[in-house]
């Protein structure tokens, strides 16, 4: 995000790109198929974007982007793999 903040792109295309990014590095593969791939990117691009948000408002600073991120995984990962062993 400082990358473009310095390459002065407006704060939309500080968090758009990042998020973008973030959700397209935990997409995984396209073996199961577009659709189960786009459920991954694009929730994970907007919670990404999300925290893109956290770290501009928290004035540039690492630590609400890294308490969100944690909250996110310590209350859906466990659900997600609740649901992975009960499904088979």
């Given at each position: ?26 997409a ?25 948000v956290?770290?501009?408002l ?8 890294m308490v969100?991120?944690f ?15 009960t499904?088979?």
């Open positions: 995000m400082t990358e473009f903040a310095e390459a002065r792109y407006g704060k939309v295309i500080q968090v758009l790109m990042p998020g973008v990014a973030f959700g397209l590095a935990h995984g593969y396209l073996n199961q198929g577009f659709l189960p791939w786009l459920g991954i990117v694009v929730p994970t691009a907007f919670i990404g974007m999300m925290w893109g956290a770290y501009l928290g004035r540039r600073g690492l630590v609400p982007a969100a991120h909250l996110n995984d310590a209350t859906a990962l466990p659900w997600i793999t609740f649901f992975m062993i499904a088979h």
